[in-house]
């Protein structure tokens, strides 16, 4: 038992500093946990501000590309008008086929096709000039107010191989429905 008191000092001393280091664990591990949360969220935000740096270089980019589509877009109106005028329009084309002195005229509606808002009437447009005439024609037509689609072309050389040629045409005129009239689609 001598031995057993003789060693009870280191003994108490033994349990109070391992209670220390109990302590000093107990309250040292959930600092730990919180420092590896805090560096794996910093981690976190730093690839999150990376991908904001690299989109906001890229700002200057999308700016461009929005001012050259709203230039575009502000000719929306202009080509795909909101009524039919189909009457105005036959009437400018008639005008502009005698301008350019066009023989055998004829221009046919066909059909309204109208699809996600955009309406278009198919037109057969017939005449008979020189190369240079039916040329002036379709530089006209591609300085419309309205866009007009040309979906085939057909010129045929008349039987006397004198020049003239003769223009069978296939066109699309466009215009919004009365439904989306206000909106830019």
Known sequence: MKKFVDHYPMLILGLLLLGAVGIGAYQYYPVHRQRQAFRSLLAEEELR????????????????????????????????????????????????????????????????????????????IRCTGSFEQIFELFRSLERFERLIRIEEVTLKNDDSLSGRLTLHARARAFYRSAENAGQNL
């Open 49 to 124: 501000l990376e991908e904001i740096q690299q989109c906001s270089e890229q700002l200057p980019g999308l700016l461009r590309q929005v001012l050259m589509l709203e230039s575009k877009t502000s000719e929306f109106p202009r080509l795909f008008p909101n009524e039919q005028g189909f009457s105005r329009l036959w009437e400018q084309i008639m005008e502009v086929m005698a301008r350019a002195q066009l023989a055998d005229q004829s221009v046919r509606p066909g059909e309204v096709v109208c699809e996600n808002g955009l309406c278009s009437v198919p037109l057969e």
